[in-house]
């Protein structure tokens, strides 16, 4: 079973900044596209942006412009790879649990829930004055 680590949430005034990252195995960061996704309370678990292993992203319309997501392949024998969120600009609507995800194989929809095979815990992301 593959384990993906988030780390980096926390809480943070309206316009400011906070970086996301995703450890993951060796294997996950060179062949699996990743992503990110957020669930606020009552809300659908919706995508933020999501990478494909040759680097191509796409976004949520709502954070393009404010998110950034890159990944940072493993490099030696025992490290890990990191998958990278760049927020910036936060609202209070970007309050959410913030989960990253890993998929396998091809699939158009990169945006997608059902298109991932693993996921990370969660960690929380609070905008508030």
């Known amino acids: 079973q593959e384990r993906l680590a988030e780390s980096g949430g926390g809480s943070v005034q309206p316009g400011g900044s906070l970086y996301l990252a995703c450890a993951s195995s060796k294997y996950i960061a060179a062949e699996y596209y990743m992503g990110w996704f957020r669930q606020a309370p009552g809300n659908e678990r919706e995508a933020v942006a999501a990478i494909r292993t040759g680097g191509s992203a796409q976004y949520l319309e709502s954070v393009k412009g404010r998110f950034t997501i890159s990944k940072q392949n493993a490099e030696g024998k025992n490290a890990e790879g990191i998958l990278w969120l760049q927020m910036g600009s936060l609202e209070p609507d970007d309050t959410a649990v913030y989960y990253c995800?890993?998929?396998?194989?091809?699939?158009?929809?990169?945006?997608?829930?059902?298109?991932?095979?693993?996921w990370g815990q969660g960690t929380q992301v609070t905008v508030s004055s």
């Open positions: 995800a890993a998929g396998r194989g091809w699939v158009r929809r990169i945006l997608v829930a059902e298109n991932y095979h693993y």
